[in-house]
Nanobody, 116 residues
Framework: QVQLVESGGGLVQSGGSLRLSCAFSGSIFSLYVMGWYRQAPGKQRELVATITTGGTTNYADSAKGRFTISRDNAKNTLYLQMNSLKPEDTAVYYC??????????WGQGTQVTVSS
């Protein structure tokens, strides 16, 4: 059973940076498309960024130029480097793993709070 454990969230001032990590276990990490999603209070969960098995990345418009998604297949870990953070980035950030068989897994989330 795939397990995803996020870490690295916290409270940061506007303009600051955070790096989120997602530790993957229970299957072969390199076979999964990985992604970061977020959910702000009262809003639906939304895509932040994804990275394919081959390393191709895709970003939401709100993340382009500020966030960088990466993966380390040797460490079974997904990362999200977030720079120039804004108060509107405040949300719970979730790690997602999608296999080509359409098995889909979520982590428990990590809170990111950006103060103005």
């Amino acid at each position: 059973q795939v397990q995803l454990v996020e870490s690295g969230g916290g409270l940061v001032q506007s303009g600051g940076s955070l790096r989120l990590s997602c530790a993957f276990s229970g299957s072969i990490f390199s076979l999964y498309v990985m992604g970061w999603y977020r959910q702000a209070p009262g809003k639906q969960r939304e895509l932040v960024a994804t990275i394919t098995t081959g390393g191709t990345t895709n970003y939401a418009d709100s993340a382009k130029g500020r966030f960088t998604i990466s993966r380390d297949n040797a460490k079974n870990t997904l990362y999200l480097q977030m720079n120039s953070l804004k108060p509107e980035d405040t949300a719970v950030y979730y790690c997602n793993a999608l296999h080509r068989s359409y098995n889909n897994y979520w982590g428990q989330g990590t809170q990111v709070t950006v103060s103005s």
